[in-house]
């Protein structure tokens, strides 16, 4: 039976294939992040432009642009998807609040040692209840949020990357800074150190674009000075604590990440830690869009944690070797 016009510009290849080009509005990244080839994003972008009968995208030298008619298209494309989201949830609300699924994306960069107890906790109760713990980059939690692939996002805040809070909702879990780790024996003693005194050497960063590593970047600019130097990058705070005490290279850690660390023992490896002036503070938190919590299970994860950290605080907990 041959399709109708709807069914050609509303399948939902159709819709994600064009949404990930209008959010790269570049082919080859595009084709890359849906895992296709790029000569097959171009046709079916060609056949959704010839159903619905104009030009959704335009190019000003490399450059591509949406067109009127494209600007229409994802408007109405993200309106599509806010109403299956919402019928989603609508259905998931009237499940009950200790079992089934529960799926959580957390910066990958963010200690989640309280979290596995919490998780650890939880199960204990409610057994019947699953909870999918997945370690994500920033631009996947968001894409996941958007998407309804997630259920929270784990991250720091505030971050850039969120365009419009409109739909979504934050609940605080702690409040962090940066601790900046260095070699340099002349600052052994000091407890807060300026920016323009930590370019002695090279930096083991996050990779670009990652949340730390753009608000250390952010900094340094409004500081007026280059960025460090990067001899290496990784993606979590072990590694990079280990790769900077074992290389003799300088690096910043969220204090909450640094808390149960032992001081003597990196003092005997030339490392100290101090607060980089002027200090650097975001918060960590759930985020989730606005109704999810409307969803018992989601409702009851977030009271639940709540709970939790009302018997012992977060920093506390981090200090826990159990």
């Not at 960063?205 to 753009?214: G, Q, R, V």
Request: net charge neutral.
């Amino acid at each position: 039976m041959k399709k109708t016009k709807q069914e050609n510009i509303f399948s939902s290849k159709t819709l994600s294939y064009f949404l990930q080009l209008a959010e790269t509005m570049n082919y080859t990244q595009a084709a890359q992040i849906l895992g296709i080839t790029q000569p097959a994003l171009t046709q079916q972008i060609k056949k959704l432009e010839k159903t619905v009968g104009a030009p959704l995208f335009y190019s000003i030298g490399k450059k591509l642009k949406l067109s009127s008619a494209g600007n229409i298209m994802l408007k109405s494309t993200k309106d599509i998807y806010e109403i299956l989201n919402q019928t989603a949830d609508e259905i998931e609300q009237s499940n009950s609040a200790s079992t089934g699924d529960i799926n959580i994306g957390v910066l990958s960069s963010i200690q989640v040692k309280v979290f596995e107890k919490f998780i650890a906790q939880l199960y204990k109760k409610n057994p019947e209840l699953k909870v999918n713990l997945r370690m994500l980059t920033r631009k996947e939690i968001w894409e996941s949020l958007e998407n309804n692939r997630i259920d929270l996002a784990i991250m720091y805040l505030p971050d850039s990357s969120i365009k419009n809070w409109k739909p979504y909702e934050a609940q605080k879990i702690m409040s962090d800074d940066l601790m900046y780790i260095h070699h340099n024996e002349k600052l052994a003693g000091k407890d807060k150190i300026k920016f323009k005194d930590t370019l002695d050497r090279p930096w083991v960063t996050y990779p670009e674009d990652y949340f730390l590593d753009s608000i250390l970047k952010t900094e340094y600019k409004d500081q007026l000075l280059d960025n460090p130097k990067s001899g290496a990058c990784f993606s979590t705070p072990d590694q990079i604590l280990r790769f900077a005490v074992n290389t003799g290279l300088n690096t910043a850690l969220p204090s909450s990440f640094m808390i149960d660390k032992d001081v003597k023992t990196l003092e005997d490896n030339n490392t100290w830690v101090a607060r980089l002036n002027p200090n650097i503070n975001f918060d960590l938190a759930f985020v989730y869009r606005s109704n999810k919590k409307m969803i018992p299970r989601v409702g009851s994860f977030l009271d639940e944690f709540d709970a939790f950290l009302d018997e012992e605080d977060y920093l506390s907990r981090l200090k826990d070797n159990y």
